[in-house]
């Protein structure tokens, strides 16, 4: 049994409340675009140029109904740059499911200033930074990275009529560089409701990782100084063990999970019937 936890944006799983409900698939990243312009060092999108077929996602929105879902993550590579955003957010909406969007801002401004005027329809607004200096921030993930970021903040304005989240991949390089007091500094100036420590999952063997990955171990005892500092901002953590096997909807209209040991991929096709997605989810390893 399981319900949408509107102050954490989580799941609670298990009580014997008439609001908890029973769902095999309450939760699922949505990647509605392969397409984006940053090249992220840890980045495992497939980075196939392609978008999610605009025709399939009205079926999206009526089969997560029926498959119990609670909550999307609308992410990709960029998804601003899908055409269809809005469309997915108020059908999802319209089906009473929460979304969060993970973007990087990288859009026309006009579609900036809409996204700004739907703000509040989304449990969390989600963006990554991974450090206080410009230039540092740019050599990671792309030339004009900061800046586009910057601009995002700015068109959707003060922190308190959204939920904004701030992630940082914290990479071996991050822990090395001894530089999170400085950018925690930054982050509780931009003041969003909670600040993620994202342990990098290394998938896909789409880069080297190199200089990025971090042990279990280490990213623990990371998290916990980190915690133990007793700033204005709210702290979580993902894990890779706890993320890593997020179910997801790929642009080639099937649901996966992966297992991060060993990037193997399982999973089912929107067209399977309800029940045979929901026996697959059922047999899955991972219970979110
Ligand atoms: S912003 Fe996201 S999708 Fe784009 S390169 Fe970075 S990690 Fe990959």
């Known amino acids: 049994m399981v319900k949408y936890n509107e102050e954490t944006n989580e ?50 929105v009526r089969l997560s109904k029926k498959m119990g879902v609670l909550k999307v993550d609308l992410s990709g590579g960029e998804p601003l740059l899908n055409y269809d955003l809005f469309d997915i957010v108020n059908g999802l909406e319209s089906q009473g499911i929460k979304t969060t ?18 703000k509040s329809k989304f449990a969390r607004i989600i963006i990554s930074l991974d450090s206080s200096n410009e230039k540092q921030q740019d050599a990671l993930r792309g030339d004009g990275y900061w800046k586009t970021i910057r601009t995002l903040l700015d068109v959707l304005g003060g922190t308190s ?10 990479s071996n390089r991050f822990i090395e560089s001894n530089q999170w007091r400085s950018l925690l500094k930054m982050i509780e100036g931009i003041a969003p409701k909670e600040w993620c420590l994202l342990q990098p999952l290394y998938f896909r063997r789409v ?14 005892r990371f998290v916990k100084q980190v915690s133990g500092c007793r700033g204005k901002v709210k702290i ?3 894990p890779r063990l706890v993320y890593g096997p997020y179910w997801v909807l790929d642009q080639d209209l ?24 929901r026996a697959v989810v059922l047999n899955s390893s991972h219970r979110f």
């Not at 880069?207 to 623990?220: E, I, L, R, T």
């Not at 099937?254 to 399982?266: A, L, M």
Request: hydrophobic residues 35%; aromatic residues 16%.
């Open 101 to 118: 969007l993970t973007t990087t801002g990288y859009s026309t401004l006009d579609k900036l200033k809409r996204l700004s005027e739907i």
């Open 254 to 277: 099937f649901f996966r999970q992966k297992t991060v040991e060993n990037s193997y991929e399982s999973g089912f096709s929107i067209f399977s019937s309800p029940a045979v997605g």
């Open 11 to 60: 799941l609670d799983w298990f009580s014997g409340e008439s609001s908890y409900i029973s769902s095999p698939l309450p939760f699922f990243v949505w990647h509605i675009t392969d397409r984006c312009p940053w090249r992220c060092p840890y980045c495992f999108a497939r980075k196939s140029g392609k978008d999610f077929p605009a025709k399939y996602i009205e079926k999206i």
């Open 207 to 220: 880069c080297s990782m190199k200089g990025y990955q971090v042990a279990d171990d280490k990213f623990d």
């Open 236 to 238: 979580i953590s993902r």
């Open 161 to 170: 009529s959204y939920n904004l989240r701030v992630n940082t991949v914290v």
